[in-house]
């Protein structure tokens, strides 16, 4: 029987877009990824943006355990 090749698992936060920092588990920032809160899906990082009046923010994309030049983000703009 064959291996399987996983992909990687992508691991979501919202990184501030002035500083690069992460929201971290207690509600500051950080640019230590294992303090950083994680996400299981867009619309939760959507939430706590709305809920903690979160500015000038992200959505980082980290693919795989560490960041890497596989990592993108998107914005997490309010819509109007």
């Known amino acids: 029987m064959g291996s399987c090749n996983l992909p990687p698992p992508v691991r979501k936060f919202i990184r501030n877009t002035t500083n690069k920092t992460f929201l971290a588990k207690d509600g500051t920032w950080t640019t230590d990824l294992d303090s950083a809160m994680e996400f299981q899906s867009d619309n939760e990082a959507r939430r706590t943006r709305d809920t903690c009046n979160l500015k000038d923010c992200e959505l980082y994309y980290c693919v795989g355990e560490k960041p890497s030049s596989y990592d993108f ?8």
Not at 73 to 80: I, M, N, Q, W
């Open 73 to 80: 983000v998107l914005p997490l703009a309010r819509l109007r």
